[in-house]
Each structure stands twice: as C-alpha cells, then as structure tokens.
C-alpha cells in the first residue's frame, strides 16, 4: 500500500506546493515511486511541472465529481519515478457537490483503493481552505505535513488545522498523524527564531527537524517547469528537501511497522 501524504494549510503563501512538488522529486530521486495529486484549482502543482490548464483530459476533478478511475488520469512526468495527476477549475465545483453525498469524506480514499496504485508515496496538493477537498486528503491520508512559516500568523492559523484534524480524527481517519513542516525560515530574523523555538515547545515531535530556509532558487523553480531537484541540484532548497525527505522515510517506515506490529 502507498504512504498517503496530504500537504496542507488553511493559510496561503507557505510554500504549500513547492514543498509538494520538491519533497515528491526529492523522493523520487531516492529510487521510491511517487505519485503527485494536485487537488488546488489553481492548479500550481501542474503548472510547476510544466502542464498547462485544460492539457489533460482527465483531471482530480473527474475523479471526485465523476468518479473516474484514477488510472486513467495518471501523467507521466520528465522526472523519474515520478508521475502526476493534474488539476482544473473544476474542481471548484467539488466543493459544493460531495457534501451532498454519503460517505463523501471517503470519496478520493475509495478512488485511490480501487485504482490499486504500485506507488511507494502519494503526495496530495491541497487547497488553501479546510472544505470539502481539503477533508477528504485527510481522511484518505496516512500523514498530514502542515507547511508554516516561522510568522504570526501563519502559527496562529495552525488552530484551524488542528481543529481540522481532531474533526477527521473523530469521523474519519481515526490514524491520522500529523507533522509540521517551518518553511521560507530566515535564521538572521530573531522573530522567525524565536516563533520557530516557540512552535518547537508547543508541538515538540509533532515538528519536523527538517526545516526549509528562504531560497530565491525555490521561486524560480516552477518557472522553469521542473522541481528544485533538478533546477538547482546543488543548491540550498535542494539539499533541504533531500533531508526532509529522508527524515520522512524514516518517520514512515517506523510508522508502518508500529501498526503492523
């Protein structure tokens, strides 16, 4: 069974699909099997990989509104091991459809079983809101990573997930973990230090160790059409999301064997 992974933050600008898209090439990049679901209307996560809106036929959308197999929505990338499922705008009319059906929580955990999918990951791109979408990536998810800056509000936007998740954990996906990820961190700004130790007291290990300095490489990566990985092999953001990646697969691997022991 793949490690689902759903990447979310009620607040935008925290490096929410970057972290998707570099993370997934950075394991990618270690031999593991990847696959990339962009679940954003916007649709960022595709075009970061160089597809354009309305290039595929069938989209995230297809699978939530449609109930399309979610095989035959999965793309190829240029990256190795690493495949994508795109995006649309149309997948703003979940929103308002599946809580009109049963079970709708369970809607893209049921896709995702029945596809039976070889992959070792599943990285899910969320939107920056806690509605329809967003609830049903974390009821289908094994981890939810919270990307955050190291600034008020970004912290304090962290209530709102946490009350997401104890809500999931209650109807849905009793399992599910989270982790915290501190991105765009400057270490020279003693505010983002400081917020960065107070986030560290707070949520102790439910914060990664890993955390994602300010990279100008990182912004222009999804311009260029291709992850950090590759863009900028040597540079600072990649080095980052390799050892975040790492830390996962650890963190991963304890995971399944304490369940399944």
């Known amino acids: 069974m793949p490690y689902t992974i759903a990447i979310s933050n009620e607040k ?16 990618a990049e270690f031999k593991h099997r990847v696959l990339l679901i962009d679940l954003d209307p916007q649709a960022n996560l ?4 160089g597809l354009e809106a309305g290039e595929s036929k069938v989209t995230s959308a297809n699978i939530l509104i449609d109930n399309a197999p979610i095989q035959s929505a999965i793309r190829k990338t240029d990256v190795a091991n690493l495949d994508l499922i795109s995006s649309s705008s149309r997948i703003e009319s979940a929103e308002q459809y599946l809580p009109m059906r049963s079970r709708y929580l369970q809607t ?77 961190l400057d270490r020279r700004n003693r505010t983002h230090r400081n917020i960065f130790e107070q986030l560290q007291a707070t949520f102790g290990q439910g ?3 890993s955390v994602i300095e300010i990279d100008t490489k990182l912004r222009e990566s999804p311009i260029a059409g291709m ?26 691997k304890e995971e399944v064997s304490r369940q399944t022991a």
């Open 12 to 27: 935008g600008g925290v490096a929410k699909t970057t972290t998707t898209l570099s993370l997934g090439a950075a394991l």
């Open 46 to 49: 595709s075009l970061a990989l």
């Open 108 to 184: 893209l955990r049921q896709a995702l079983q029945a596809g039976k999918l070889e992959y070792d990951y599943i990285l899910l791109d969320c939107p920056p809101a806690l509605g329809a979408i967003t609830l049903n990536a974390l009821s289908t998810a094994d981890l939810l990573v919270i990307p955050t800056q190291a600034e008020y509000f970004s912290a304090y936007a962290l209530r709102n997930m946490m009350g997401s998740i104890r809500r999931v954990r209650q109807e849905s996906n009793p399992n599910l973990a989270y982790r915290i990820l501190v991105t765009l």
């Open 207 to 209: 914060v990664f160790t």
């Open 227 to 252: 992850p950090i990985t590759q863009y900028r092999p040597t540079s600072r953001g990649s080095q980052q999301y390799r050892v975040l990646a790492q830390e996962l697969i650890e963190y991963a």
